[in-house]
């Protein structure tokens, strides 16, 4: 895979001089020396002309010393490190709250520089994250003459990392400008410009043409912004407006005054902008379906620009061996035969590759690569006549975190790649099988890593709008919140686009519509359309009440301790909620003095015992009905004091190997 990023490269060759490049748009200074036999160019994107004439004149001042380098080789680094010092002097982490590890070694010339779309791959693109310049003005107000300054792309205005750190509001709307080169290797082809998510509504200009506008926080959109390229740079200018809780769009827990179990708002460009070369033909996505029962998967490929006679191929990899292939026309479902499946489960995640090729006339004009997992998720009454979840045909308790997917330093944002896929890592080092991604959806490489490492996925819907009354220990009596045409609208658009962008990953088991009655509305209508939708997965219409008999789980709350108090014999049925356990540690706090759990302890000791006496309880639960639980939670977030880890990720609050332990002894209870 190559990815043309704007970063530090030179190359090197023999010839009669030394030439260290400095590239400031379309000008150029040159240092000589005729004495080395070496020849070297340097460019790396310089993003202030002031502190590039700055280093014009240290080169300048370099020439007659040059010569004291005995080994080119110091020379390079001395530049490389130079053009180094120079961006990141521009950015520097906003405010004094508490920072991951990742934050504190983050580069502003390489942020976030891992492919971001792996369920469906391409071999060229283009990373354009790094520092854009910003300016926040009142809504309405035209395109700024000059900006406030830069922003680290693809942090929230809001948080540390984006090295803004200010508020926007409902009343103001968030600037961005950027410039980039497209590559001279993608000549004639047609260029898509990618946004991984932006909260809420977006804008987008190509050299002064407004190219289209997306609303929706939490899914990816792209644009072909081939008609509006120019032969020099490009000039990238987006216009963000976001009400939070202003607003009835999903937003999750965020909200203008932030306290308690609410948090920050998150404004702006949050995941990674990119773009690619595709041709006029192509491949826009991929829909994946398995069927164990039958030894096959389903693989329907959406094109662009394609016609009749147009074929699709694919073929099938275990490893390195080829498997499968079969062609059909661009509008047909394709399904493959995988004899003697391999299934995917959180013991044995194991992933079949496949190579999508689209053919036109006889000549291959696209190829992406992907993946899929042999899995079933299904219910069924036991012996006992209590329905169960099952995965892969057998008894399955599924059992995990409450994750709410946020950061001190970047809120939405991972500082790293490594940091996005930490908290996976420890959830399974705790002995869970299962992660319940709470009113948030992350980008596509968190789902991935969820593939490959083995995990289940309950998918929330984020949150938004306005509550009705929540009924949480009896099926719902009163009535349910009539939403405005505009926000039903709004919810049902997004609902399905985060389906539709979450639907190939094998990790996802669960759709989960509504949380706690938050914006709840015609819950048996959008329950039902869910599962239509979508027949291969299970969906909790009502996690933690104003419960219907409808869908395909009960999902009760209680905090601290677990109980049922409420059975539905026709359903599955799980604690969804529960825990809590806090324990406040200085040095690792948002809100050093103002911090609270469900119930609150002095040390990790106390902390792991109480977790332990709970899951007990838990484990003589699940033999009376409950088929799968979720712990609160996988990290301390702002004011909230009850995860696993500290909010930093710096310090595990509770005994990892007796928390291990008992939560293997429940998961086995069942399975």
Excluded at 28 to 53: D, P
Excluded at 397 to 417: I, K, M, R, S
Excluded at 541 to 558: M, P
Aim: charge should be negative; include cysteine; glycine fraction near 8%.
């Amino acid at each position: 895979m190559k990815n043309s990023q704007q970063n530090v490269s030179y190359t090197i060759r023999n010839s009669s001089n030394l030439i260290i490049g400095i590239n400031i748009g379309d000008f150029e200074q040159f240092v000589r020396n005729k004495e080395t036999g070496v020849y070297c160019i340097f460019s790396f994107k310089l993003v202030s002309l002031e502190n590039s004439c700055k280093i014009i004149h240290l080169i300048t001042a370099m020439r007659h010393s040059i010569l004291a380098f005995q080994n080119v080789k110091k020379l390079i680094l001395a530049i490389f490190t130079l053009a180094f010092l120079t961006t990141n002097a521009q950015w520097k982490p906003a405010g004094d709250k508490i920072k991951t590890k990742w934050a504190e070694s983050l580069d502003a010339e390489n942020v976030l520089p891992e492919y971001p779309r792996p369920i469906m791959e391409r071999s060229e693109w283009k990373n354009l994250n790094g520092l854009w310049d910003y300016s926040i003005l009142k809504k309405g107000a035209p395109l700024p003459e000059s900006f406030d300054g830069k922003i680290l792309v693809p942090f929230a205005a809001e948080s540390s990392l984006s090295g803004v750190m200010k508020e926007v509001g409902s009343s103001n709307e968030l600037w961005y400008r950027t410039k980039f080169n497209i590559p001279e290797g993608w000549s004639g082809q047609n260029i898509l410009l990618h946004f991984g998510a932006v909260d809420w509504k977006a804008d987008i200009w190509i050299n002064d043409v407004k190219v289209g506008s997306h609303t929706g926080g939490y899914t990816p959109f792209s644009f072909d912004i081939t008609p509006f390229i120019q032969s020099s740079e490009q000039v990238l200018t987006v216009k963000v407006w976001d009400p939070t809780d202003e607003g009835p769009q999903p937003r999750g827990k965020q909200v203008k005054k932030p306290e308690g179990i609410w948090y920050t708002p998150v404004t702006g460009i949050w995941q990674t902008v990119w773009i690619e070369p595709v041709n006029t033909k192509s491949i826009v996505s991929l829909k994946t379906v398995p069927d164990i029962d039958n030894n096959t998967v389903s693989i329907k490929v959406e094109t662009e620009g394609t016609s009749y006679g147009d074929i699709v191929e694919i073929l099938a990899f275990d490893g390195e061996t080829e498997i499968t292939t079969a062609k059909a026309n661009v509008d047909q479902e394709t399904v493959l035969s995988i004899p003697n499946a391999k299934l995917w489960s959180p013991e044995s995640p194991f992933l079949y590759d496949i190579q999508v090729r689209l053919h036109s006339q006889n000549n291959q004009v696209d190829e992406v690569k992907s993946y899929f997992g042999m899995r079933k998720i299904s219910m069924k009454k036991d012996d006992y006549g209590i329905v169960r979840m099952q995965l892969n045909n057998k008894d399955y308790f599924q059992f995990g975190p409450l994750d709410q997917g946020w950061w001190p330093d970047g809120l939405y944002t991972a500082p790293t790649d490594e940091a996005l896929k930490y908290d996976i890592v420890k959830t399974k080092e705790l002995g869970f099988n299962m992660i319940r991604k709470h009113v948030k959806v992350e980008p596509a490489r968190w789902y991935a890593h969820c593939d490959r490492l083995g995990i289940l996925v309950w998918q929330d819907m984020p949150s938004g709008d306005k509550s009705p009354q929540w009924q949480n220990h009896n099926y719902f009596t009163g009535t349910e919140l009539k939403r405005s045409a505009e926000s039903e609208e709004i919810y049902r658009k997004e609902w399905k686009g985060i389906m539709d962008y979450l639907y190939s990953q094998p990790s996802i088991v669960v759709w989960v519509p509504f949380n706690e009655a938050w914006g709840q509305f015609k819950t048996e209508e959008i329950t039902e359309w869910t599962k239509a939708y979508d027949q291969s997965r299970l969906v909790n219409s009502a996690s933690g009440g104003n419960f219907y008999r409808t869908g395909d789980i009960v999902d009760l709350h209680n905090y601290p301790g677990p109980a049922m108090y409420l059975y539905d014999a026709q359903r599955v049925n799980v604690l969804g909620e529960y825990g809590g356990i806090g324990l406040p540690l200085k040095g690792h706090l948002w809100k050093p003095d103002n911090n609270w759990g469900y119930i609150k302890f002095k040390n990790s000791k106390e902390t792991t015992d109480e977790y332990i006496k709970y899951a007990k309880e838990l484990k003589n639960l699940v033999k009376a009905g409950f088929s799968g639980a979720v712990y609160t939670q996988t990290t301390d977030v702002e004011g909230e004091v009850n995860g696993f880890m500290t909010y930093d990720r710096k310090v595990d609050k509770m005994n990892i190997k007796e928390v291990k332990k008992i939560n293997q002894e429940i998961i086995d209870t069942l399975n």
